[in-house]
């Protein structure tokens, strides 16, 4: 370390003390955090936040452990923004987590017999007034012809004696304490929840107030039996059982909604895989994809290449402002430029038809195949400035001695940039191109942004688009329109990164032996 | 050992990615719950409801919570959102007791928040009767209402009076008066690529095909899909179409159905109340119509109606009940929201003191006819074959034959899912 052999020993109390504060902040932070996942009963995070904590500090205290010094911030990024996401997506990738399957399995049950709930047809609003006795709560009422009824939830509602304000609303009766609205708020949870018998007969419905202001008489036809775990709808006889894939299902296997979320091991991977109506198209995609990165990568790095060798020319003036003009596009935000480009495109209003093209009715964006040319035209619009840069650099590093020692030896321009400058390049850009194409794999912003995926395929039974590469078509599949499958997403999704690391694990192979020949 | 430079960059960025452990493991500690321990003496002030509004409207809201509070004691914490991102993660987070309490929204969500189970149902009671029909009608569904409703939404005809100074009586007419202009544009709707159902609907409803049929409690029933009954209507769009007037393109999007309407080039514009204000602020001598229909039956637009929902999971529901139905559902508030976002009130008596302004009765008059917009899960499976069949239509295709694919597919769709 540089400051080592500078700093005399004196002076290392400053840079000690910054150590201390700025570990004093991270504990201080964390210290913070741990308290709120405790309150909140997440103990798992907390022990990972706990020993995250520790090591740190273990770490930056200790007057070894260097290299961990250098390492741990990157590794808590690495944990934080990939492992968990991965990790979290696997996990998805195995449950039902979809629409209708978000809750868990006690919300679910809450929520069916809410939704059960019907006010008794005809039935009065009544004016309610929330009174305690003793421990228990209670409603009293006013009927419309004014008389005063009470009752609490192990007793029916009956007559009773009361005191009535100006309006005529019964609000306070013998042996029981009024409540008011403040008071009312403080146990509101329990007031909701309260259903008081109408008479000793369950199918007279139960009194039940939202507001604790209004009350009204309410009857269910589902009731929940907690003993075997099962549904009974009153009305029809139906009993529901959990059907063991989140949901609650008759014997003929009509499942009721909301459901709940629930693994379901294989059975994502299964359904993308050996459904006809998705496999057909999705084989489609696939080619597609493949062809449209591979090409995205090829002709950005053709163009690129070809622009940096023009300008690779010494004594050319004005190189410095041709390349600036070249870069251009690169410093253009990219998702601006993919939707200029787009309207730019359209048929019969757009730029390119309009003025370049004298009014001819190029359907850019509407045929399949012009579609297809427009999707890779923006995308090496967008994408040579990249290769221009990076094969200008490489370009710009190939040892002059070797160039001239092949002009020494009678080789041809041609033959020079053939055998001397195109290796070398290569071996320095092929990392690149990989990468370029893995990202032009999932390059979901260029398709959703200039074609939106289409034109629609309409002989395909799925949402799917003639210019939809995979990723588009799980983000249409998973988050588009009302049937939400999260965890078919992340199928596909894992499906994906497997295609996508075979395929770099291949090239970089390739690249390497392109190395040892070198 | 010293504190080098990468050091202190490492230290610093172990900062923040505790920050963000903690950021990401406590996203919930916003104040939704406060509903303290049992006791009659707990000061009702300690309760807070957490509320998310679409940006534009939180201003309005902000402004009538804090009457609310003073009323009640209970404080209103308004939370300005995305729109288009609110209704996700709304049912994301309800479920794990972090949601808001009450969430804006529209009545087509009913469909998705009810089959995951992440709303209460909302007692209106006698109030019901003092709401729009249509309004009811949407915040119902299968039997149960959801939503307090404060605005409804449907289309009309914005006519140009510079242009043509009577309102049309029929979409020939509409046409023969537009051309009699002498403008570019007679008529025009937005459409795009992938067609616009949405804004074809009320000519598909004026030839008597809607896409559900209703059962007696005036519930749509996806049994009863109807949508095969528009042969007659595919024949009449295909004549508007390329190989007919080609009055309806899908050329014209939206942007440029706006573009030719306030530049003066267009006549006559089927749009909604979201683009009153423009017309209004181009110069443009704007009166709003009724839907000419192209046939003798009503030509009846979608309503969409927007309103509040109870999150089921919120620990304080009497007091977001109260908060909705004696509150948000009175002429005033629902007015102050109308002020801010330019919907028409769904209370009747805000509606009505509206009314009193031309362009808002316009649009009353033209919802009278509006149907709410099916918000069961099966409108999901319509909505992504709908408007691709109607713009091959409108390029050429054989109207009668694609039609019956569109049902067809819609049909299996539904059957499938």
Known sequence: MTVRDKAPVTTRTGPLLFKIVMLALVDAGALFAMSILVTKGSYVAFTIMLLATVGINAIYLSKRALPAKYITPGVIFLAVFQVFVIGYTVYIAFTNYSTGHIISKGQAIEALLSQSQSRLPDSAQYPVTVVRDGSDLGFLVTSADGTALVGFADEPLHKVEASYDGAGKAVATSGTTTLSFGDILAVQQDVFDLAIPVSDSAADGTLRTQDGRSAFIYVSDLHYDAATDTLTNTATGVVYTDGGRGSFVDSDGNEI?????????????????????????????????????TLSVVLTFGLGLGISLLFDQRGMRGRTLYRIIMVLPYAFPAFLGALIWAGMLSKSFGFINQVLLGGAAVPWLTDPTMAKVAVLLVNLWLGFPYMFLVT?????????????????????????????????????????????????????????????????DVSASIPVGHTDILISLVYKVAFTGQQRDYGLASAFSILIFILVATISIISFRKTKTLEEID | MLMTKKSLVATVAVAASAMLLSACSSSDDSPTTTSAAPTTDTPAATTTLTVWVDAERADALAAVASDYEAATGIKVDIVSRDNATMKDDFMQQAGTGSGPDVVMGAHDWLGELTTNGVVAPVELGDSAANYLQVAVDAANYEGTVYMLPYGVE?????????????????????????????????????????????????????????????????????????????????????????????????????????????????????????????????????????????????????????????????????????????????????????????????????????????????????????VPMPAIPEMGQVWQFWGVAEAQILNGADPVATWEKLTQDVQTAISGS
């Open chain 1, 257 to 293: 909604l909301p459901g709940w979320q629930v693994a379901v091991g294989w059975h994502n991977f299964t359904s993308a895989l050996s459904e006809t109506s998705i496999l057909g198209p999705l084989l489609r995609v696939i080619v597609w994809t493949l062809v449209f990165a």
């Open chain 1, 392 to 456: 200008t650099g490489a370009l710009q590093a190939v040892p002059e001695e070797a160039v001239e020692a092949a002009r020494m030896d009678g080789a041809r321009p041609w033959q020079v940039m053939r055998y001397v400058k195109m290796p070398l390049v290569l071996v320095s850009t092929a990392p690149i191109l990989i990468s370029s194409f893995a990202f032009n794999f999932n390059n979901f912003n260029i398709i959703y942004l200039v074609t939106g995926g289409g034109p629609r």
């Open chain 2, 154 to 370: 449907n289309l009309a005809v914005l006519r140009n009076a510079d242009l043509v100074a009577e309102p049309a009586t029929s979409f020939d007419d509409m046409i023969a008066k537009g051309n009699a202009a002498g403008v570019e544009y007679p008529f025009i709707v937005q459409q795009g690529a992938d067609g616009d159902p949405y804004h074809l609907y009320p000519f598909q409803t004026a030839f008597g095909a809607p896409v559900f049929g209703r059962d007696e409690s005036g519930a749509y029933d996806p049994s009863q899909l109807e949508l095969g009954n528009g042969a007659q209507f595919a024949t009449w769009l295909a004549s508007q179409g390329v190989n007919g007037t080609n009055i309806i393109s899908t050329e014209i999007t939206g942007d440029i159905a706006t573009d030719k309407f306030l530049t003066g080039q267009a006549a006559f514009w089927l749009t909604g109340p979201w683009n009153v204000k423009a017309a209004v602020d181009a110069g443009i001598n704007v009166v709003v119509d009724r839907i000419p229909s192209p046939t003798g039956d009503p030509a009846q637009p979608f309503a969409g109606v927007k309103g509040f929902f109870v999150n089921q999971y919120s620990q304080n529901k009497v007091a977001a009940n109260d908060f909705l139905v004696n509150y948000l559902g009175t002429a005033d508030v629902q007015k102050a929201l109308y002020a801010s976002g330019g919907v028409l009130p769904a209370l009747k008596a805000a509606a009505d003191e509206i009314a009193s302004d031309p362009l808002v009765k316009g649009f009353k008059d033209a919802g009278e006819d509006a």
